[in-house]
């Protein structure tokens, strides 16, 4: 068994308006295990998105199944998978906070069902906050954030509830340098506290700081390793 | 034909029943023909998704179904009485049907049960992340159709056949039971002494049944075995008890043998209660039965059926004790107030 989530000939068709199918994802086999930082690099269009939808099961694939620690949660009557979904962080490529929130009440959303007392969750949520950077936002309408400060709120969100496998789609997109090093200073923390990171995009700065334990390419549908 | 909205109600939701249970149950027939859970191919993944959508719909059909069958209840006890001329309740409503509605009543309940029963598979096969009783509830699910149509196909024809100009005679169904002095106090040859003392000793089995099917950590098969079967059979039992000779105690007449006047407002619609009460007996046995038989060959489900049999168990007393106290409270007090018990 992995620890951690992984792919088995997964495949995923789309149908297009004339009818023919074309494959988003066609036979992706990987393993993206915990206590690591997995990057999938890609140009846009690739699938880079769909793949994570699908490694967090948001998705079903056409064929083959994601698993997490050796379960094949992609099969899962939807009941369980939401209730496994707990366990996973995702940071979306827009940050898709409620705008009525203040950045803190974003974060602390997560952290609700899960139990314990408001003054916990406050300063848990707001412990997120200060590792993100975002401390300064945290009273502030998430509708007013800029692209960067919502996906530091957002990533801020994604961690709050140490999540097993955090999943991050683009999360340097919006970040100037020194963003773009706050988000992966985070990203290798979660890495040594023992999740599995997958981080998905095309910045050249995920590369080039050299933070990935593995590195995939996605292209025509297919996940190969790089060195 | 009578148009009465609640009888239009009762269409609209039947055949939206009807659709939602033809369209699950063809995909019952597909798990059935072809799952392979080993395999994570297209088709085993697309009849997974399905699968899922159709215990949807077959939900949404059990919905629809159970309350179009207590709107058409409804409807005869106290809605269609005023327009059939000579009928007082239902069963004047259903002379006047030429004998459909009760047939219908009949498969509707068929259906109810075998609806019932998927569910409580449904129920625990969602226990499990990976759907181990997919074939059975499949299997569970084809039982429901023919009964459900049948159940739908008689209430339109006895809603077709229901007129508003012919006349009936509701009293003289019940009367004619009793013309005769010797029949008067039997029923399938019994004396209904008997039936009321056979209701009150085999309602005590049935409650200790379900007492020790609610109170137990694992109730064992034989103790199960024999709370479904009390509960079915308790059921038929308890109804004649109750219309041969505890209904008295609501109507104040000795020898009115009516179900149906039961429901009327005049005695405050205690045939809702009470005959409800039955239904969930009726449900609850077999259900914990179930249960009991895919516990035992699924021990990964063994934790969850045992949920599912106190759950029983406990419904099954609560309806018990409402029975009784509905039914028999009456006549206790009845005694009580006047020293003699009545007839």
Redesign the interface.
Known sequence: MTAGLSC??V?LLRRAVDGTERAVLDGVDADFPVGGISLILGPTGAGKSTLLHLLACLI??????ARADG???S???????DR?RRRVGILFQTPSLSPDLTVLENVMLPLIPRGGGLAEIRRRAGDCLDRASAGHLAGLPAAILSGGEGQRAALARAIAAEPRFLIADEPTAHQDDDGAKIVMDVFLAERDRGAAVIVAGHDHRLLSAGFADRRHRLAAGRLTPLP | MTRHPLLMGVAVMDGLSLLFLIASALTALRILSGWTPGSADRRQIELETAAEGAALHARIAFGFFAVSTVVLIAAMANALPPIVPGAMCGTGVLQATDGRGGRALLFRLLGLVALYLWRTTEDLNRAQPESPLAVSQARALLLAPPAVFLGVMDTVRAAGALSSHGPVSCCAVIYDQVRSVTGTGRTAGIPDGVWVWGFVAAGLLLLGAAGWAAAAWRPSRSSVRLLAVAAILWAPVAAIALVRALAAYHYGVLHHHCPWCLFLVDHYGVGYPLFGALAIIVLEGPAAWVAAGIGRRHPAIAESAAIRIRRSGRRIVIAVLLFFLLSAGPAILWRVRFGVWMG
């Open positions: 088995h000939d495949r079903r694939p056409t064929s083959g199944e379960e094949p949660v099969r899962w009557i939807t009941a369980h998978r496994w």
